[in-house]
């Protein structure tokens, strides 16, 4: 729901500065937010909700804008290229899958419960896979975001 409200509100900042820095600001938010939840500790409800909205206003930048920038790039790059489409949502759905198949086994692998009792070591490596890693291949996709010429962008 966060991303959905927040969603004309990316769209109206891209409008002001443009969508690739509109878009590098949902990925700040989306990294400042996954970066408070690595910290959370048990009990954490009203800074969990806080987190829970931040990082579903970030997603709304991701949802509207980065299609829009990447349909934008297609055009210059391959203006026939509705292949692209496709290949995104395979790749999106590929790599949702690879999280899952890599990382459950982790989890399970330290004795991680979903909803049960957990150690600290479990519970350190949640909220390393659940935050930490996020925020690096966000900050990953931040620099590839920076350094991928959209011209229109010049405000």
Do not use: Q
Request: proline letters at 5%; hydrophobic letters at 60%.
């Amino acid at each position: 729901m966060a991303a959905a409200a927040a969603a004309p509100l990316w769209g109206k900042l891209a409008g002001i500065i443009g969508a690739k820095r509109a878009l590098i600001c949902g990925m700040a938010l989306s990294i400042i937010a996954f970066g408070y939840a690595y910290a959370l500790g048990t009990g954490d409800t009203l800074a969990f909700a806080v987190i829970c909205l931040a990082s579903g206003a970030a997603l709304g930048a991701d949802m509207t804008l980065l299609p829009a920038l990447f349909a934008r790039r297609m055009e210059v790059i391959s203006p026939s290229g509705a292949e692209a489409f496709g290949l995104w949502t395979f790749v999106s759905k590929l790599t949702l899958a690879f999280a899952a198949v890599t990382l459950l086994p982790v989890l399970d692998g330290v004795g991680f419960v979903s909803g049960g009792p957990n150690d600290e070591a479990a519970l350190a490596t949640l909220s390393l896979l659940y935050a930490a890693v996020p925020c690096v291949l966000k900050l990953l996709a931040v620099a590839v975001l920076y350094a991928t010429p959209i011209h229109d962008e010049d405000r």
